[in-house]
């Protein structure tokens, strides 16, 4: 596979912002996020099927620095253009 379906829905009774489903492989995110958070927890919950051998302390480590770097380097949910290839080829 090589991105996971992504599904939005209020998760505020379950008092988290995401959840990562290994089977299936699905990122959970509350419909309310946006900015930053949602850049935020799409990264820790998509690292949570990435490497699911990892401690929730660790992702949130590595989410965070993630977060950041991409932040301050302008990415935004806005420009939707993919005409360059990924590194496998695939777009």
């Known amino acids: 596979m090589k991105w996971y379906k ?3 829905r ?15 492989n699905i990122v959970e995110m509350d ?4 900015g930053k958070k949602h850049m935020e ?5 998509s690292m949570h099927l990435l490497f699911p051998e990892l401690e929730e302390e660790e992702i949130e480590e590595k989410s965070i620095i993630l977060t950041n770097t991409l932040w301050r380097q302008k990415y935004r949910r806005i420009d939707d253009s993919n005409n360059i290839p990924l590194q496998d080829g695939s777009k």
Do not use: D, M, P, Q
């Open 6 to 8: 992504v599904k939005y």
């Open 10 to 24: 209020k998760l505020g009774k379950e008092k988290v912002y995401g959840w990562a489903h290994h089977e299936g």
């Open 31 to 34: 419909s309310r996020l946006t």
């Open 41 to 45: 927890i799409l990264i820790h919950e």
